[in-house]
């Protein structure tokens, strides 16, 4: 876990305000993506980079937005947050090793996100 | 689009008993299938894969197989322990996009 850090660990927010989460790793790896996870749903892609000037959106990405600073960084903005947005977010990154990766995930330790 | 169904229900055994947890999946299969561990306010962590082409694969007290035909996995832990408590979630990785499809996951319990 101590390879890909995500800073908050716990965000308590209001309806209307601008967050960030950040994610960054050490694994030196080119993929990163962000999930939320909430209760009997799993987890859901929101965006995921495969490298630097690749982003792409996820099964989710409506009211969010990201950023890849550098290979190292991925960062995830809720520009204006709502109550259903209140989730436990993952950020996790992958190798690409050839054409038959099998993407095997690392995830962070995630940020519990409250918004009333 | 492609559902993955993991028993909803938590399953409860008893300590020393082999656990089955099962992965369903719908449409076409998969290239891969992994298997993840996940304890409470705590990211995944990668258990095993298994291909496309594969039946069978064991990595200790584990073992996973995978029925193209059925299109299913299943996840088994033998000579459970309480440490085993966790989620287990399946994921499905396609050719195509090259994003993992997580299922909901499904809880174990292990009773000493």
């Known amino acids: 876990d101590a390879d890909v850090t995500q800073t908050p660990r716990n965000r308590i927010t209001k309806t209307g305000k601008r967050i960030m989460l950040e994610c960054s790793q050490t694994?030196?790896?080119?993929?990163m993506y962000w999930y939320r996870q909430d209760p009997g749903l799993g987890l859901r892609l929101i965006y995921y980079s495969f490298d630097v000037k690749d982003i792409n959106k996820g099964e989710i990405s409506d009211g969010y937005s990201v950023s890849r600073q550098a290979q190292a960084k991925f960062s995830l903005s809720l520009e204006s947050a709502i109550p259903n947005q209140t989730a436990l977010y993952f950020c996790a990154t992958s190798e690409r090793t050839s054409s038959r990766s099998t993407d095997t995930q690392y995830f962070g330790p995630g940020t519990r996100l409250t918004v009333l | 689009s492609q559902k993955i169904e993991q028993n909803s229900e938590a399953l409860n055994i008893q300590e020393g008993k082999t656990a089955t947890l099962t992965c369903n999946y719908t449409?076409?299969?998969?290239?891969?299938l992994q298997w993840y561990r996940q304890d409470p306010g705590r990211g995944p962590v990668f258990l095993l894969l298994?291909?496309?082409?594969?039946k069978e694969k064991r990595k200790e007290r584990l073992k996973v197989t995978f029925d193209t035909t059925l299109k299913q996995s299943l996840f088994h832990i033998t000579a459970s322990q309480p440490a085993d408590s966790a989620t287990y979630l399946c994921?499905?990785?396609?050719?195509?996009?090259?994003?993992?499809?997580f299922g909901q996951g499904t809880e174990l319990s292990v009773k000493p």
């Open positions: 694994k030196g790896h080119d993929r």
């Open positions: 449409n076409y299969s998969p290239a891969y």
């Open positions: 994921a499905l990785l396609y050719n195509q996009g090259g994003k993992l499809i």
């Open positions: 298994i291909r496309e082409n594969e």
